[in-house]
Each structure stands twice: as C-alpha cells, then as structure tokens.
C-alpha cells in the first residue's frame, strides 16, 4: 500500500484518525484529528505523537518513540483497541483508540494508522467504580488485583519476555540486583541489562515506577 492509499484511508473516516510511520511520526491527519486536537494537518505532519497528542493510559505510561504501539508494530503484532487520556485542545480527555497496522509499498517498515473515539464519560465512570472498589469493598486481595488490573490500556500488552517477568516478579519482593542475579544463576551486569530493557519498556525512570505499572497492567 503506498503513502498515498494510506492518507485515503485516514481520510475516509469522519472519526478523528491519522497515520503513523515506522519513526512514529504523523504522515497524515484527518479533519476529525483537527478538530479533537486543535492542530490542523500542515501543523501535525512529521511531529510525535508525544508533542501533539500527549497520551497517558492509565497506568501513567506516556507516548513515547518506545511505545508499546510502535514495538508491537514492527513486530507484525495486531493490538486489541485501548484507552488513552489525550490532550483536546488543552483539555485532558478519554479516548478509545483502535490500530491497523498496514505496509507501504517496497517498505518493511509498517505504518499504524490510529482511529479514535471520544469515551469520557465513560472512562471517567469506570475509574470511580475502580476507586470504590479500592476504598469501600474487602475483596480477597486476588479478586482485587483482576478487578484493577488495566485491560484496555497499551501498558497491559507490553511485549516482556518470561525472563522479564521473572525478575520483575522479584523486584516487586524489594530484592536487589545482585540478589536477583544469585537466585536466577545469572551475572549482576546481565540482570542489570534486564531490568533497564523492562524500564525501557514500560516507559519506566524508576524500578519502582515500574514495578507500579506492571502491577497496574496485570503483567505481575
């Protein structure tokens, strides 16, 4: 599919839309991404998602060049719909946002093309019943953890190896680096090297920042 089919098909949708590329740069902006937004098209081609749209889900992960969205993407791997709070206009605002991924012609790079549905009201809903739940109910620690953990947020399909996983299991103990590499049969450097690709990932500064996401996102 060449650039141009792609901008058609952005185009052919009255839902705010547009395209990114393999960069994560916009190659094409609706009218309906304009009016959500507040930028028109010449102002949004071969900016960031970060700088125009400024999306956090809700487990605090931002868009970033390392989005879980674009990994996935080069990767061929579909991505179910999410929930992501943007900026409209200068208004912080739920969205539910669904990806294609398509091919340009010649290229294997992959564009993503994101089409997007205002679901406020909603979201807004869905996260008072989730601090209800947290401050007026005694559900066993379990059903709690289900309950919150962030289905519809891009955090939640992270792409952690089983290793990851592990160690982040561990980290989520308090261990220390050098007690996870003893307990994993591993080298201080290689567990070292895990944990900054599980930050890198999750779009995390801290391991406790992302210990806290993946907790939010089910991953742990």
Same mark, same amino acid.
């Given at each position: 599919?060449?650039?141009?089919?792609?901008?058609?098909?952005?185009?052919?949708?009255?839902?705010?839309?547009?395209?990114?590329?393999?960069?994560?740069?916009?190659?094409?902006?609706?009218?309906?991404?304009?009016?959500?937004?507040?930028?028109?098209?010449?102002?949004?081609?071969?900016?960031?998602?970060?700088?125009?749209?400024?999306?956090?889900?809700?487990?605090?992960?931002?868009?970033?060049?390392?989005?879980?969205?674009?990994?996935?993407?080069?990767?061929?791997?579909?991505?179910?719909?999410?929930?992501?709070?943007?900026?409209?206009?200068?208004?912080?605002?739920?969205?539910?946002?669904?990806?294609?991924?398509?091919?340009?012609?010649?290229?294997? $790079?992959?564009?993503?093309? *994101? +089409?997007?549905?205002?679901?406020?009201?909603?979201? !807004?809903? &869905?996260?008072?019943? /989730?601090?209800?739940?947290?401050?007026?109910?005694?559900?066993?620690?379990?059903?709690?953890?289900?309950?919150?953990?962030?289905?519809?947020?891009?955090?939640?399909?992270?792409?952690?190896?089983?290793?990851?996983?592990?160690?982040?299991?561990?980290?989520?103990?308090?261990?220390?680096?050098?007690?996870?590499?003893?307990?994993?049969?591993?080298?201080?450097?290689?567990? $070292?090297?895990?944990?900054? *690709? +599980?930050?890198?990932?999750?779009?995390?500064?801290? !391991?406790? &920042?992302?210990?806290? /996401?993946?907790?939010?996102?089910?991953?742990?």
């Amino acid at each position: 599919m060449r650039l141009g089919e792609i901008k058609n098909l952005v185009d052919g949708t009255a839902d705010p839309a547009f395209a990114l590329d393999s960069n994560g740069l916009i190659a094409a902006w609706n009218q309906g991404a304009a009016e959500l937004f507040g930028f028109q098209e010449n102002e949004s081609l071969g900016k960031t998602c970060q700088q125009l749209i400024q999306g956090i889900d809700e487990c605090g992960m931002s868009c970033t060049e390392n989005c879980t969205i674009q990994q996935r993407a080069r990767n061929h791997q579909p991505l179910k719909n999410y929930d992501i709070q943007v900026n409209a206009n200068g208004k912080r605002q739920w969205c539910n946002v669904s990806v294609i991924i398509v091919d340009e012609l010649n290229s294997k $790079n992959p564009y993503t093309i *994101h +089409i997007i549905r205002p679901a406020d009201i909603q979201k !807004r809903f &869905e996260l008072l019943v /989730r601090d209800f739940v947290i401050n007026e109910t005694s559900l066993p620690t379990v059903n709690l953890s289900e309950i919150l953990s962030a289905k519809t947020a891009p955090s939640s399909a992270t792409d952690l190896t089983k290793r990851e996983v592990e160690i982040l299991q561990h980290l989520s103990k308090g261990e220390k680096t050098s007690t996870i590499a003893e307990q994993l049969f591993i080298s201080k450097t290689t567990a $070292n090297n895990h944990i900054q *690709h +599980i930050m890198k990932k999750l779009g995390a500064h801290t !391991r406790l &920042e992302a210990i806290r /996401r993946a907790e939010q996102a089910g991953l742990i």
